[in-house]
């Protein structure tokens, strides 16, 4: 597959001239360093890119003073910094060079939000825009391939997810060791590089089993007991695993917390492919049993994709009551209630729980699968 134009593209191209700062974040092979050297070869102007994972370019960004920015980056007025979370205090030395150069705009890439935004926010309050790349989205692919060769793909992107070079690798044996040389090589060690991780076998662990309670409501006490560490613990590096790009969790909904579950927690991977690479499981779908979960992680992933680069405003949850009936996605955005149920086959007759549309009833309700699925992610 040639190169997939990236959504955002076009949003940090329109950002550039107005003085600040561009955070482009996500995990490492994502194709960051593919949409920064697009956006500067389009770019007519004079422009700069560094890579701060060199040490020379750590050096010199060390000398925090204006005289010194003005010297590295010259008549260029478009900055590019390329992994930008391992300088140290690169929020306070990205707003000195945004403050002291009116007519330059800057755009740094990172890995992980921790370290980005952490070092990068307080200093750069009302200096900056944050984009989130994310692996490719089947609206940006759906543009280089026919809605056959889509649906010929479903089952491999299930087992595979999206991320850029998967598409440029042809046997199964070849996807499933990249994705678990990208699991060991880049992603754990962006987490185990956090300053407070001292038990990396526990995480790397943790993450496991979140990969194997794949939309199932968790319990952090339990997961702790496993272990061995404690709740808080758990929390804290479920949080951690967030901020690497690697997990997200779905909260419950709930307006009536002595009828509805109000505390749950269920966790989802960005890609399916992580998650697969996470247990060593790359069976295709029709030898599997969690195949229900690998869809709705899949579709779950993309329509969060299709939302953030469409500028949409929406939180997500799940919704549970203690007589156990569920609803697998509430959408909200502008007091609006959307549920959503997914399954692989359609089923006209499913209709929302009783005590949901009693609880709810302004709310609509649609089962995804894969009869409808594409018009829902794209």
């Known amino acids: 597959m040639k190169i997939v134009k990236r959504k955002i593209q076009k949003q940090i191209e329109d ?73 140290e205090e690169i929020g306070a030395i990205l707003k000195l060079m945004i403050d002291s150069m009116p007519g330059l705009t800057i755009i740094a890439t990172g890995s992980s939000s921790f370290d980005l935004l952490n070092k ?95 939309g199932r409501e968790v319990s952090y006490t339990e ?46 991977f960005y890609d399916n492919g992580i998650r697969n690479a996470i247990i060593n499981d790359f069976r295709l779908p029709a030898l599997r049993n969690d195949i229900g979960s690998l869809w709705e992680n899949y579709l779950l992933a993309e329509r969060i994709k299709r939302n953030t680069y469409q500028g949409n405003n929406v939180q997500y949850y799940f919704w549970r009551n203690y007589n156990q009936q569920e609803v697998d996605l509430i959408e909200t955005t502008n007091g609006k209630i959307s549920a959503y149920e997914f399954k692989l086959s359609g089923d006209k007759k499913i209709k929302a729980p009783p005590a949901f549309t009693g609880s709810y009833p302004e709310a609509s309700f649609t089962i995804i699968s894969k009869d409808n699925y594409l018009d829902w992610i794209l």
Request: hydrophobic share 40%; glycine share 6%.
């Open 223 to 268: 997961l702790g007991t496993q272990l061995g560490m404690s709740k808080n613990t758990v929390e804290s590096y479920l949080d951690l695993l967030s901020r690497v790009f690697v997990i997200h969790r779905l909260p419950a909904y709930s307006t009536n917390p002595r009828k509805e579950i109000s505390k749950g927690s269920k966790w989802y």
């Open 120 to 214: 990068a926010g307080d200093p750069l309050t009302g200096r900056q825009y944050q984009f989130h790349l994310f692996p490719l989205a089947q609206l940006e692919i759906g543009e280089k391939e026919t809605y056959t060769e889509t649906v010929q793909q479903l089952d491999e992107r299930l087992i595979f997810g999206s991320y850029p070079e998967i598409f440029q690798l042809s046997s199964y044996q070849e996807k499933s060791v990249y994705l678990q040389q990208l699991v060991q090589s880049y992603l754990l060690k962006d987490i185990l590089a956090y300053e407070g991780i001292r038990n990396s076998d526990k995480i790397i662990r943790l993450l496991r089993l979140i990969a194997f309670q794949l």
């Open 15 to 87: 950002k550039i001239g107005k003085n600040k700062v561009l955070l482009i974040m996500g995990t490492r092979r994502v194709g960051k360093t593919v949409l920064i050297h697009e956006i500067k070869a389009k770019f007519k102007g004079e422009s700069l890119l560094l890579n701060a994972e060199d040490f020379d370019i750590r050096d010199i960004l060390k000398n925090r003073t204006a005289a010194n920015y003005r010297k590295l980056i010259g008549h260029a007025s478009l900055f590019i910094l390329d992994e930008a979370q391992v300088i």
